[in-house]
């Protein structure tokens, strides 16, 4: 087992008839997580029942528990206070329902996570990045190119869903350890971006992975279907503006985040906007010819 990367995984199931399928989702989560990588594992369980901890993986998990939930930017700091006490160089942050679309269609996926811990010492200039959330995210026409295939590429971008993120160690590099902010009770991960960008560190999508929630928005999920996040949205952009402001971050007329004058200020000088690691010489998966397709792709 690694000491480069450790997951963490916070986990809050709902108090009704959902709860059990809740559990099942977050169960394959640890399956595939296990099956895929050597990550260890630390999970934040709130308000669990003695059933319901996962006891197939040994000592690659560990559980911090809650007896009551709390929000999720405090149960996240839980989780990055133990994360910089530690002598891990990478964190993946978590909720119970993220995983990775893993086959020889979709470039790394798991695999990401062995690549990047081989050749670690490559990836210090990048301070946080996220997976391709298909939902908004075409990424087969740039796949394409076979150098999305025989690199890791991360593209210079905000949007970070927090499903799930990777955040850098900024204490084991003498800098600040950076938190959620507890004000924000939604678009919290994204929040979080505009505060790593903020302390000067990059933020960045990657190309390689694509994101695979194992929960889709409806009676499973906290947050209700996606018509019910649109209100909350809106005012968590005008509160995220709020906070950044002095940095430059702004509203445009249309209500999305203008990021420009941010990035120009916060950016550190000598850090392109596109990254572009050779991935190490692992094993080779045979990939198929792809084809670009609109909306979802998975």
Same mark, same amino acid.
């Given at each position: 087992?690694?000491?480069?990367?450790?997951?963490?995984?916070?986990?809050?199931?709902?108090?009704?008839?959902?709860?059990?399928?809740?559990?099942?989702?977050?169960?394959?989560?640890?399956?595939?997580?296990?099956?895929?990588?050597?990550?260890?594992?630390?999970?934040?369980?709130?308000?669990?029942?003695?059933?319901?901890?996962?006891?197939?993986?040994?000592?690659?998990?560990?559980?911090?528990?809650?007896?009551?939930?709390?929000?999720?930017?405090?149960?996240?700091?839980?989780?990055?206070?133990?994360?910089?006490?530690?002598?891990?160089?990478?964190?993946?942050?978590?909720?119970?329902?993220?995983?990775?679309?893993?086959?020889?269609?979709?470039?790394?996926?798991?695999?990401?996570?062995?690549?990047?811990? =081989?050749?670690?010492?490559?990836? #210090? $200039?990048?301070?946080? +990045?996220?997976?391709?959330?298909?939902? /908004? *995210?075409? !990424?087969?026409?740039?796949?394409?190119?076979?150098?999305?295939?025989?690199?890791?590429?991360?593209?210079?971008?905000?949007?970070?869903?927090?499903?799930?993120?990777?955040?850098?160690?900024?204490?084991?590099?003498?800098?600040?350890?950076?938190?959620?902010?507890? =004000?924000?009770?939604?678009?919290? #991960? $994204?929040?979080?971006? +505009?505060?790593?960008?903020?302390?000067? /560190? *990059?933020? !960045?999508?990657?190309?390689?992975?694509?994101?695979?929630?194992?929960?889709?928005?409806?009676?499973?999920?906290?947050?209700?279907?996606?018509?019910?996040?649109?209100?909350?949205?809106?005012?968590?952009?005008?509160?995220?503006?709020?906070?950044?402001?002095?940095?430059?971050?702004?509203?445009?007329?249309?209500?999305?985040?203008?990021?420009?004058?941010?990035?120009?200020?916060?950016?550190?000088?000598?850090?392109?906007?596109?990254?572009?690691?050779?991935?190490?010489?692992?094993?080779?998966?045979?990939?198929?010819?792809?084809?670009?397709?609109?909306?979802?792709?998975?």
């Amino acid at each position: 087992m690694h000491t480069q990367m450790i997951g963490y995984i916070i986990s809050c199931l709902p108090s009704n008839e959902r709860r059990e399928e809740r559990l099942a989702a977050h169960n394959q989560q640890i399956d595939e997580l296990g099956a895929h990588t050597d990550l260890p594992l630390v999970i934040l369980a709130m308000g669990y029942q003695p059933h319901e901890f996962h006891d197939t993986l040994g000592d690659r998990i560990r559980y911090i528990t809650l007896g009551q939930p709390v929000p999720p930017a405090e149960a996240r700091n839980i989780c990055l206070r133990d994360f910089y006490a530690s002598g891990y160089r990478w964190a993946a942050l978590m909720d119970n329902d993220a995983a990775l679309y893993h086959s020889p269609t979709h470039n790394s996926g798991y695999h990401f996570i062995g690549e990047m811990t =081989a050749q670690i010492d490559r990836y #210090d $200039n990048i301070g946080l +990045f996220y997976p391709i959330n298909p939902m /908004q *995210t075409p !990424f087969r026409a740039r796949w394409e190119d076979s150098g999305y295939f025989t690199n890791h590429v991360f593209e210079r971008g905000i949007s970070a869903k927090g499903t799930l993120v990777f955040v850098r160690n900024f204490a084991q590099f003498g800098q600040k350890p950076i938190y959620q902010d507890p =004000a924000f009770t939604f678009m919290e #991960d $994204n929040a979080f971006a +505009f505060a790593v960008l903020a302390a000067k /560190q *990059t933020v !960045f999508q990657n190309w390689n992975m694509v994101l695979k929630e194992l929960v889709a928005a409806g009676p499973l999920s906290f947050f209700g279907d996606m018509a019910s996040r649109g209100p909350r949205g809106a005012l968590a952009r005008q509160q995220i503006v709020a906070k950044f402001a002095t940095d430059g971050l702004r509203l445009n007329t249309n209500g999305n985040l203008n990021t420009r004058a941010m990035v120009n200020r916060c950016w550190p000088s000598g850090v392109p906007s596109m990254v572009v690691v050779p991935k190490p010489a692992l094993p080779v998966i045979h990939t198929p010819s792809l084809v670009a397709s609109s909306k979802k792709e998975v």
